[in-house]
């Protein structure tokens, strides 16, 4: 099985990279499971001027998508909404791999999850809103996030708080989207 990690957020030391690296260690302790982390900061924002040949960058998330059974999403929250990069990203990934053939797309069909580390809100509603506009896509979601909340003195100093009700919210929802693919 194939699993595609993505981190909504560019920035290096972004807590939901580091909320995603927690969670691969969960998926690493199954049999059986591939893992790639999804670089996509060189997407450039979406033009249809440029869709055609097909941008490198673009091809390269193309490719893990296509390559994955299922996608983790770690997705921040910025003014109560999901990062304009990430909707950027997903809008290049949503155009169809061969427009002459059909709507199908790098994001059809796959199976997701998705959570979210955030200030007082914890990313629900980032979450929320990615779920909506990935079943728009085509993808299956997973109707099941874990979400952090992380305080002013945090983000300030990037450090991400792990406890023990994280870790095993991460390993449930780690075994439950193994599950959830093989159906």
Known sequence: ?????????????????????????????????????????????????????????????????????GVWFFCPEYNGMIPGPLKNMLDWMSRPLNPSAGRT????????????????SGAINSCQQLETLLTRLGVIVLDEHVQK????????????????????DLDTLASHFISFIQQ
């Open 149 to 168: 909340s992380f305080t002013g003195e945090q983000l300030a100093s990037s450090e991400f708080e792990v406890d023990e009700q994280l870790k095993n």
């Open 1 to 69: 099985m194939k699993v595609l990690l993505v981190s909504g957020s560019l920035r290096k030391q972004s807590m939901n990279t580091q909320m995603m690296k927690l969670a691969q260690s969960f998926l690493e302790m199954h049999d059986h499971v591939e893992i790639q982390i999804l670089d996509w900061s060189n997407v450039p924002m979406f033009n249809q001027d440029l869709e055609f040949p097909i941008l490198e960058s673009v091809q390269n998330c193309r490719n893990a998508f296509q390559w994955a059974d």
């Open 105 to 120: 797309s790098a994001l059809s069909n796959l199976h997701a999850a998705i959570c979210g580390v955030a200030g007082r």
